[in-house]
Structure formats: C-alpha cells, structure tokens
C-alpha cells in the first residue's frame, strides 16, 4: 500500500478534519504517500488532487466543516461516471481510498471498487469512516459530527428557553437529521424539551398536532413558575412542515382553550437548519474523527479493504460481519456491504436498533420529558 486518497463527501461534519489529519500522519508515519481529493466525488471526476503532509493539516484539528471541501455528485450513480473515476485514480496510481461521508458516498466507495466493474483494472482498495450528523449509519454507535451537532442544539434551545420562559410561549424547534429522529430524540433529552417529535414514531399528521396540544395543555395547567415555557423538538423527516404545523396547532390550541391569553395559544417556530451542522468540532468529535481514521488507515496498510471503521456498533456483531479492531479496542471493523443493509433496515425502522431507540427513547419521555 504506497499512495492512499482521502476525500471527505456528502453532507460536511464536525470532525471530519481531525480523521483527515490523523489518516495523513498516521499512514505517513508507516511510509505511505497520502493525498487529498477535494470536493468528494465530483473533485474526483475533476482530477482535483492535492498533497497532503504535516504542514498542510496542522492546526485543523479544531475547525469544522472539511479543508478538503465536499460536495454531493448525483452523476456517480452512472457506470460510465464511474469508469471515467477508476482511470483517474488508476492514472494517479492510488493503491487505497479512504472515504469519510454517509450512506450516499459509502455506497459510492462500494461502487468504485466493485469486483464487477473494476475486472481487470488496477484493484482499488477501500476504506469508509462514518461521518454524518444525521447518525443515520447502520452498524456504528456514533458517526463523526453527531455529539457536536447534539451540543448545537441543546446551546440553541437553552437560549430559545430563556426568551420562551421570558414570554410565556411555545416554541417548535426542528433541527436537521434528514430521514432519522435521532438529533431530536437525544437532544430533547438534553434540552429537557417537553416533547420531541420524530419519523420514526410514524404518527399521521392529526396526531402529531393533538400530542402538541395536549403537552401545551399539561405543561400550562402544572403552574409551576419554571414550567411556563413549552419546548417541543421536531426533526426535520416529520414531513408536516413547520409553518403548517403552526398554524393547525394555534387553531387546535384556539378551539380547546377559547379563553386563555395569546401567549398561550400563539406557537413560534425556529428552524435551526444548516446551524446545526457547523462549528468548531467538541472534544469528543476529535477524538472520535482521529481513532476512526487511524483504525481506517491502518486496515488499509494491512491489505484489508472494503470495511468501515465503527465506534462500538450497538449490537452483538458475528465474526464475517464486524471484527473488534487490533488498534483500538473501542474501534470495529465492519463489513462496509452490511454497513449499507443496517443503514437502510434503520431508515426504514425495520433494524432491532431503530426498535430499540424508539422505545428506549419513550422510557425516557415518559419519565423525564413531560
Ligand atoms: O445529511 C446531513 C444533512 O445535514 C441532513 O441533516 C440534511 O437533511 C441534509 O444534509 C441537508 O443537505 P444539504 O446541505 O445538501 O441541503
């Protein structure tokens, strides 16, 4: 293994520098020659190549987003996209690929170095790190990015709650996640919102407004001083959108309660959208970015390919699924095609993981939240 790419895809994250740094140091500590590319996978197409060494990551460790830039690149569901990207790297005589992004650009990877469509071109290994704030990734506890989004999120609504106690008011606040509920379910726990609403939960639009009201109402009959402000979270995959669900909540409200004051009945709603994924990366997102990248990269300069580095998948794992890593006792290396079955059983709420953080998350709504 002499010259290893890496590229950062899809969605940016927190943390992503800090697996760029440790891949570059780590594999040119053993020899390697490391490269960037930059913007992902349509940088790839553009041949956007760049030298990666000690000066170049120093000091990125702490900045968010990705020095190396990122971009989605719809064109690489095509082969013949992908031929063109197999005789740039081949050109380019890279012997490895890291890829730190999501489902979308980990099913990329898988793509480009598949048996079938390589043939008998020069074998491309690879390597996926998880990173996406979404924490969307089947067979990875975390992915790089969640825990500093989560602390976007609990900073934004405390300020929100102490302006919404100052008033008396409601707040929805819905906060990225794309098609999963977990930046909502584990930051309404954190925020001590009173409700949090999310995709998995499946819940038809009249009962999302119904639970809202009911929690208005409950919250406001408790009387206590603190309690006066309601927080609600809702992720954005709750396909009611948020103006929408305003309006038929302050209707709903307006119905039930003719005689309570507007502040009682009147919701405000604040989107926290790309907010969420920007930022300084926490401690926690460093560490995580440089022991992912380090058990990554050193699967690859052991001639392993095709896997995902993980942090502690959440459930038991057979061997020719996931292995504990030799370099980190907390790292795994799983099976990056099994990786994309776990994803999309989670998305589709089909995964015993998806169960459990639904109904673990309704123990904790039940005793805390209300
Ligand atoms: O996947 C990360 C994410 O931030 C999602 O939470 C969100 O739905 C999506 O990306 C937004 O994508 P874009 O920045 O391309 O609008």
């Known amino acids: 293994m002499k010259r290893i790419a890496v590229m950062t895809s899809g969605g940016d994250a927190p943390g992503m520098n800090a697996a760029i740094r440790a891949a570059t140091l780590i594999g040119r500590a053993a020899g390697a020659d490391i490269v960037g590319i930059e913007r992902g996978y349509r940088g790839l197409l553009e041949d956007a190549f760049v030298p990666l060494g000690a000066q170049d990551v120093a000091g990125i460790l702490r900045e968010g987003g990705t020095i190396l830039g990122s971009a989605r690149c719809k064109e690489f569901h095509q082969r013949d996209v992908r031929d063109r990207a197999r005789e740039i790297l081949a050109r380019r005589e890279i012997d490895g690929l890291i890829v730190i992004g999501g489902n979308g650009s980990l099913t990329g990877a898988m793509r480009l170095a598949d048996a079938s469509e390589v043939g008998s071109g020069r074998p491309l290994k690879i390597a996926g790190i998880p990173a996406s704030i979404d924490n969307d990734l089947g067979l990875t506890g975390l992915s790089i990015g969640v825990d500093t989004a989560m602390n976007t999120i609990v900073e934004a609504c405390d300020k929100i709650a102490d302006t919404a106690t100052a008033h008396d008011r409601t707040f929805i606040v819905e906060v990225m996640g794309r098609d999963c509920g977990y930046l909502a379910m584990t930051s309404a726990i954190a925020v001590g919102a009173d409700l949090a609403l999310f995709p998995e939960a499946g819940k038809p639009e009249s009962e999302i407004v119904d639970q809202i009201v009911d929690t208005v109402i409950a919250v406001r009959t408790r009387q206590q001083k603190r309690a006066r402000r309601v927080i609600i979270i809702k992720a954005e995959g709750v396909q009611m959108q948020i103006d929408r669900l305003k309006v038929a909540v302050d209707a709903r409200l307006r119905e039930r309660q003719p ?55 959440p459930v038991e794992l057979p061997e020719e699924v996931g292995m504990r890593s030799p370099a980190d006792p907390y790292c795994w290396l799983v099976d990056l095609s099994a990786v994309l079955v776990e994803t999309e059983n989670l998305l589709k709420g089909r995964s015993p993981l998806a169960r459990w953080r639904a109904g673990a998350f309704d123990q904790i709504e039940d005793a805390l939240l209300l």
């Open 259 to 313: 005689e309570a004051e507007p502040s009682a009945i009147e919701t405000r709603v604040t989107v926290l959208g790309h907010v969420v994924r920007g930022g300084r990366p926490s401690a926690f997102d460093r560490l995580l970015g440089s022991r992912l990248a380090n058990v990554a990269v050193r699967a690859l300069l052991a001639g392993v390919s095709h896997r995902m580095a993980s942090w502690m998948p």
